[in-house]
T-cell receptor, first 115, second 111 residues
């Protein structure tokens, strides 16, 4: 099973600033996913990070707000730009291993609080 | 209408009880059905995975899928305090890609 490390694990940020979250996987994976989990709510897919091409964003999420990088098959970053208190959430990186099993592996998440 | 509905609870049971967790979904195109467990301040981890209809058993856990009624269930037998966590149902058309999660049910098992 994949081991996923995320940094930072938590942070408190000021309104209007930006924060970059890093995700490192211990094996090469084709796709990496970024999810958001708002307080008391479920996981919502933000985007799929593809190596060598632009990320694919879900409805309601845009590149200007959540730029993503994917420089190689084991690493990705998600930036939360121009933060507001509504961006306070847990951001989770995940990967799928085994195209036929559907199993997602998750990092422990990055808990952001925006003041 | 949300694509998957799940009662967020919380659900509190005594140790040893049988726990029943449920979700409904709206689109019959979904083929992959999963249950994830999430402990506090941790990422979700896959607990059970089912493709199409039927039952699947793993130790104290049983997952059921009824595609005719678009209803998925997770049963936990002989529940333990260590089972206290949030349980999220999840559905997907394409196995892991664009997985849609339910709201999660918080379960407390009292010793």
């Amino acid at each position: 099973s994949a081991v996923i490390s995320q940094k930072p694990s938590r942070d408190i940020c000021q309104r209007g600033t930006s924060l970059t979250i890093q995700c490192q996987v211990d094996s090469q994976v084709t796709m990496m996913f970024w999810y958001r989990q708002q307080p008391g709510q479920s996981l919502t897919l933000i985007a799929t990070a593809n190596q060598g091409s632009e990320a694919t964003y879900e409805s309601g999420f845009v590149i200007d707000k959540f730029p993503i990088s994917r420089p190689n098959l084991t690493f990705s970053t998600l930036t939360v730009s121009n933060m507001s208190p509504e961006d306070s959430s847990i951001y989770l990186c995940s990967v799928v291993q085994g195209a036929n099993t559907g199993e997602l592996f998750f990092g422990e998440g990055s808990r952001l609080t925006v003041l | 209408q949300k694509e998957v509905e799940q009662d967020p609870g919380p659900l509190s049971v005594p140790e040893g009880a049988i726990v029943s967790l449920n979700c409904t979904y709206s689109n019959s195109a979904f083929q992959y059905f999963m249950w994830y467990r999430q402990y506090s301040r941790k990422g979700p981890e896959l607990l059970m995975y089912t493709y199409s209809s039927g039952n699947k058993e793993d130790g104290r856990f049983t997952a059921q899928v009824d595609k005719s009624s678009k209803y998925i269930s997770l049963f936990i037998r002989d529940s333990q305090p260590s089972d206290s966590a949030t349980y999220l149902c999840a559905i997907s058309r394409t196995g892991g890609f664009k997985t849609i999660f339910g709201a999660g049910t918080r379960l407390f098992v009292k010793a």
